[in-house]
């Protein structure tokens, strides 16, 4: 159940005429009274003798019968209150227990307070509520107020679990501020597929990711046709910044501009320049020891980006794991910059899950932890070859490099979930785990056609070289070799264990080092898992047909020594 307070008005019967009203696209059905402040007030929905200015005066009465220079200039208070879609559709009883809840625990009308404000709740459809309160008490005082959206929302907990309703996580302030229901209708008559504000904040997240300068940034959304006002001082130092669609007007056919603090808290201008900021304390690395300083040679290509992010990103599952608060939560906010990068230069057929996967990440990579920059480096780098090698093809080596990044990415959403749940971040971890369910479907459409190749290449291997391979398996993992050969995934595991002999590794070294490292008991394709922990380990093209990849081969970053991560489809980890 989701409280939302609006933003305070100034003319009772506006917003009654709306509630009572048809709305916007005859979406409003039967509006009628579920509650108010006193139980004969007359319903202008169904008694024919009300009318909506009846109930204005009615509100409207303590507010003026104050002096002009004493009446509140937006005296009009209004709460909507939603039941989760999932929710049973509640009784109108139901819901008038609920508003005198709300409203109670709000300041508006307080249990056994005979000189409340005066207010009433108006059901236009199955799922929620509006109530609509004056703010000038009977006694001609004005309510407290303080912290009553806070209020709500604990109240709205409380109401979920003595209704038996859907439990949503409780906020912490740190979450964007949601479009408004103007802006929705807005959206929705103009064709678009979110609102103004939210398509503001992909673009502008998907310019900050992996950006070095505040020049780049605005090179980038200039690039994506995004309209940008900047704030500067007299001194010519650059204060701020707004951002608008170009096609989004107002009434006076003027393009809606939004601030960047308006669009999300980290997306203002001091806290974007904190990306590029490398305090002293990031000068070691998680573990106190001199952070290494590899080389970054120009990226060659999608492919080769996509590997250097795979191996930044499981540097970063293990921070998260062992690192202090502040470098977590740097780590995990660069995460959603690499979520946003990715989507910006994936293929046709993995695109929406990775934008709705970096859409929703968006809300997990903020919390009270402060993030401290600078450990995230690698991360944010790791963004930026991503956004300059360019979009990848979803075939060959960057298709197949593509499903081993989303592979790990699905990893990382996972650790971030984890890690915000155990501090009791409710709705970042519900935000992780979202993400990670959008990055499985896209590391299945992404990885459908490399495991189909290695799977053939399996097939075509001749009786002798199969055998030995199986050997080999038993001999490794006498506990889950029948399992594992009577997988669909086999096939593609020999050929894999045939590539890495090719290319000079042990095999019977690298499945032992494979299969040590993580546990493989609860995997759901223990062959499709060991397929792309060989393949990283033994540095195999992600593609074996891909003829330039394996030219490369040498130049592909140096595989992680402490362990190898699995596959995001197979891995029961997930459930963790």
């Given at each position: 159940?989701?409280?939302?307070?609006?933003?305070?008005?100034?003319k009772?019967?506006?917003?009654?005429?709306?509630?009572?009203?048809p709305?916007?696209?005859?979406?409003?059905?039967?509006?009628?009274l579920?509650?108010?402040?006193?139980?004969?007030?007359?319903?202008?929905?169904?008694?024919?003798?009300?009318?909506?200015?009846?109930?204005?005066?009615?509100?409207?009465?303590?507010?003026?019968?104050?002096?002009?220079?004493?009446?509140?200039?937006?005296?009009?208070?209004h709460?909507?209150?939603?039941?989760?879609?999932?929710?049973?559709?509640?009784?109108?009883?139901?819901?008038?227990?609920?508003?005198?809840?709300?409203?109670?625990?709000?300041?508006?009308?307080?249990?056994?307070?005979?000189?409340?404000?005066?207010?009433?709740?108006?059901?236009?459809?199955?799922?929620?509520?509006?109530?609509?309160?004056?703010?000038?008490?009977?006694?001609?005082?004005?309510?407290?107020?303080?912290?009553?959206?806070?209020?709500?929302?604990?109240?709205?907990?409380?109401?979920?679990?003595?209704?038996?309703?859907?439990?949503?996580?409780?906020?912490?302030?740190?979450?964007?501020?949601?479009?408004t229901?103007?802006?929705?209708?807005?959206?929705?008559?103009?064709g678009?597929?979110?609102?103004?504000?939210?398509?503001?904040?992909?673009?502008?997240?998907?310019?900050?990711?992996?950006?070095?300068?505040?020049?780049?940034?605005?090179?980038?959304?200039?690039?994506?046709?995004?309209?940008?006002?900047?704030?500067?001082?007299?001194?010519?130092?650059?204060?701020?910044?707004?951002?608008?669609l170009?096609?989004?007007?107002?009434?006076?056919?003027?393009?809606?501009?939004?601030?960047?603090?308006?669009?999300?808290?980290?997306?203002?201008?001091?806290?974007?320049?904190?990306?590029?900021?490398?305090?002293?304390?990031?000068?070691?690395?998680?573990?106190?020891?001199?952070?290494?300083?590899?080389?970054?040679?120009?990226?060659?290509?999608?492919?080769?980006?996509?590997?250097?992010?795979?191996?930044?990103?499981?540097?970063?599952?293990?921070?998260i794991?062992?690192c202090?608060?502040?470098?977590?939560?740097?780590?995990?906010?660069?995460?959603?910059?690499?979520?946003?990068?990715?989507?910006?230069?994936?293929?046709?057929?993995?695109?929406a899950?990775?934008?709705?996967?970096?859409?929703?990440?968006?809300?997990?990579?903020?919390?009270?932890?402060?993030?401290?920059?600078?450990?995230?480096?690698?991360?944010?780098?790791?963004?930026?070859?991503?956004?300059?090698?360019?979009?990848?093809?979803?075939?060959?080596?960057?298709?197949?490099?593509?499903?081993?990044?989303?592979?790990?990415?699905?990893?990382?959403?996972?650790?971030?979930?984890?890690?915000?749940?155990?501090r009791?971040?409710?709705?970042?971890?519900?935000?992780?785990?979202?993400?990670a369910?959008?990055?499985?479907?896209?590391?299945?459409?992404?990885?459908?056609?490399?495991?189909?190749?290695?799977?053939?290449?399996?097939?075509r291997?001749?009786?002798?070289?199969?055998?030995?391979?199986?050997?080999?398996?038993?001999?490794?993992l006498?506990?889950?070799?029948?399992?594992?050969?009577?997988?669909?995934?086999?096939?593609?595991?020999?050929?894999?264990?045939?590539?890495a002999?090719?290319?000079?590794?042990?095999?019977?070294?690298?499945?032992?080092?494979?299969?040590?490292?993580?546990?493989?008991?609860?995997?759901?394709?223990?062959?499709?898992?060991?397929?792309?922990?060989?393949?990283?380990?033994?540095?195999l093209?992600?593609?074996?047909?891909?003829?330039?990849?394996?030219?490369?081969?040498?130049?592909?970053?140096?595989?992680?020594?402490?362990?190898?991560?699995?596959?995001?489809?197979?891995?029961?980890?997930?459930?963790?």
């Amino acid at each position: 159940m989701i409280p939302s307070i609006h933003m305070r008005g100034s003319k009772t019967y506006g917003l009654i005429r709306y509630l009572f009203g048809p709305g916007t696209h005859e979406e409003h059905t039967d509006p009628h009274l579920v509650a108010a402040f006193d139980p004969l007030t007359l319903d202008p929905g169904r008694d024919p003798r009300a009318t909506y200015w009846q109930l204005q005066r009615l509100l409207d009465q303590p507010v003026n019968a104050l002096p002009d220079g004493r009446r509140p200039r937006k005296h009009v208070w209004h709460l909507s209150v939603r039941a989760s879609p999932e929710d049973p559709v509640l009784p109108d009883e139901d819901w008038a227990d609920i508003a005198r809840r709300m409203v109670a625990a709000t300041g508006i009308a307080p249990d056994g307070d005979d000189a409340a404000c005066r207010w009433a709740a108006v059901r236009h459809a199955d799922d929620h509520i509006h109530i609509i309160a004056t703010l000038v008490r009977d006694d001609g005082r004005r309510p407290r107020l303080h912290n009553e959206a806070r209020r709500a929302q604990a109240e709205a907990r409380a109401i979920e679990a003595d209704y038996g309703l859907r439990r949503v996580a409780p906020g912490d302030g740190t979450a964007a501020k949601r479009a408004t229901s103007a802006e929705r209708h807005k959206a929705e008559r103009q064709g678009r597929r979110r609102p103004a504000r939210e398509e503001l904040r992909e673009a502008v997240r998907r310019a900050v990711a992996g950006a070095a300068s505040e020049e780049e940034v605005f090179d980038r959304l200039a690039a994506a046709g995004v309209l940008i006002r900047k704030r500067v001082a007299p001194s010519g130092d650059l204060l701020g910044y707004k951002v608008a669609l170009p096609d989004d007007r107002n009434g006076e056919k003027e393009p809606v501009f939004y601030a960047g603090s308006t669009l999300a808290p980290d997306l203002s201008l001091p806290r974007i320049r904190e990306r590029w900021t490398l305090p002293a304390q990031a000068a070691a690395s998680a573990d106190g020891s001199a952070p290494e300083e590899p080389a970054l040679p120009d990226v060659t290509g999608p492919a080769f980006a996509r590997r250097r992010a795979t191996a930044a990103a499981w540097q970063a599952l293990l921070v998260i794991d062992h690192c202090d608060d502040g470098g977590a939560a740097a780590h995990i906010a660069a995460a959603g910059e690499v979520l946003d990068a990715l989507a910006k230069t994936s293929a046709a057929h993995t695109r929406a899950e990775l934008r709705e996967a970096a859409f929703v990440f968006e809300r997990a990579s903020r919390s009270h932890v402060k993030a401290v920059r600078g450990h995230d480096r690698a991360l944010r780098q790791a963004a930026r070859d991503l956004v300059h090698s360019g979009p990848a093809l979803g075939r060959g080596e960057d298709g197949a490099t593509t499903a081993m990044l989303i592979d790990m990415a699905f990893f990382l959403a996972v650790a971030a979930a984890n890690w915000h749940a155990k501090r009791h971040h409710g709705q970042q971890a519900a935000a992780a785990r979202q993400a990670a369910e959008h990055l499985r479907a896209a590391y299945q459409a992404a990885a459908a056609h490399p495991m189909a190749i290695l799977r053939q290449r399996g097939q075509r291997l001749g009786p002798r070289v199969r055998q030995r391979h199986a050997d080999l398996l038993h001999q490794v993992l006498p506990e889950l070799a029948e399992r594992v050969r009577a997988e669909p995934g086999w096939p593609a595991l020999a050929a894999t264990l045939d590539d890495a002999q090719r290319a000079g590794h042990d095999p019977a070294a690298l499945l032992a080092d494979a299969t040590r490292r993580r546990e493989l008991d609860t995997a759901t394709s223990v062959s499709d898992v060991l397929v792309w922990r060989l393949r990283r380990d033994a540095h195999l093209p992600a593609s074996p047909h891909d003829a330039s990849a394996r030219g490369n081969r040498r130049t592909l970053p140096s595989a992680p020594s402490a362990q190898s991560a699995p596959s995001a489809v197979n891995d029961s980890s997930r459930r963790r």
